[in-house]
């Protein structure tokens, strides 16, 4: 048993190392690192699409993605962007710094203004492994249920800003928001949550906004 | 590295173990065990309380329900079952042969036809952990996207049986019914795909009538 616990306990920590360096470059380069964690289906790849058409004249953008196989999402992000690295983990649950580190590496870094790294859907794993990111997003749509932030309170109680996307299917499913929002504070007092709908573009301006305050807040440290 | 590669393959072979005891144990009963495998939100719980409600006439239902944290799936289903089990793993991020066990003991097996083990919302990890059941049953819902099951290749190979809920909302979400089920095809070519809606009941006899003959043909080994 204490072998295990020690086997564990050496993978964080070599992860850990690795996304101090990742941190140590995307902050000598000034830019801003976005990892954006949700179960499969909230809408992480549609959220980074509208994002990548809205911001790139005004700024540039690079992604990494992660998902157990297929280019799917690094294709539908490339008519937007021209720095899209897909990462494929095999049966791997989550990112892990290692994989940022070797996709850094097909990266050229000069004048990207934000970095994104869409995590492979999950609303679990993913949250125990330091990516070397600014902040970690955390994502839910009202399709879910208004339970999962009680049900996943650790992605709710790491994360430094939230999303609730699809809001503009509230008509059509049972989703208490008060409910939702009451279990959001009771997590996380300090997190801004964005209540939006990717395909609305309804309450999107405020995901953008915060944005551009993260890239302007990080370039001037 | 090697000594990694043991450890896992020992926890993998402790899990299988146990899972063989807890086949043995629902065999001997005459029992169908149903491992149901979905992403947070796919609407698990709704499909359980419903077949509950539906079933429970019938026949003896027992369930046991994975989520990190809180009791409110059991809360839930409780009304219309006497048999539920609330696990909670914690930070864990998939149910094991372990806690199926333990829960087990909790149980009178006696006279029930099917136990439900609704397994902890992933798509991913869960896939790899045997846990004695009959059958593995892999859950979409369309609010999710027709990606998924491309995306999440493991748990389509994996199912003897498909679910794919919230049908009710295909006007109001972009999906192509088409895509899923070619996927889906391409992957398993046997295991049957049962689309329905939860909430508006379309399609539920299908997965009623199948746990009926599932029920049926376990009790006549």
């Not at 990112?95 to 590496?105: C, G, K, P, T, W």
């Not at 990266?107 to 990516?131: H, R, S, T």
Request: charged share 25%.
């Amino acid at each position: 048993m204490s072998r295990e616990v020690s086997i564990v306990e050496n993978v964080l920590r070599v992860n850990d190392e690795l996304a101090g360096m990742i941190r140590q470059t995307i902050d000598s380069a000034g830019i801003f690192c976005v990892n954006l964690i949700g179960a499969p289906g909230c809408g992480k790849t549609a959220l980074l699409e509208k994002t990548l058409r809205d911001l790139s004249g005004e700024m540039k953008l690079a992604v990494m993605v992660g998902d157990l196989t297929t280019a799917r999402d690094a294709n539908r992000m490339s008519p937007w962007c021209d720095q899209v690295v897909q990462i494929n983990t095999g049966k791997g649950c989550h990112l892990e710094a290692n994989h940022v580190h070797q996709a850094l590496a097909r990266m050229d870094l000069a004048k990207v203004k934000i970095l994104f790294i869409e995590n492979v859907g999950n609303l679990i794993c993913p949250v125990g492994f330091d990516l070397g990111q600014d902040v970690k997003v955390g994502m839910f749509s009202v399709t879910e249920g208004d339970d999962k932030p009680a049900k996943h309170p650790y992605i709710v109680a790491e994360s430094g800003a939230m999303i609730l996307n699809k809001i503009d299917l509230l008509p059509y499913v049972p989703f208490k928001i008060d409910v939702f929002r009451e279990d959001v504070r009771r997590l996380n007092q300090r997190a801004p949550l964005m209540e939006l709908s990717v395909t609305s573009g309804v309450g999107f301006d405020a995901w953008l906004n915060w944005l551009r305050e993260g890239s302007r807040n990080k370039a001037a440290r």
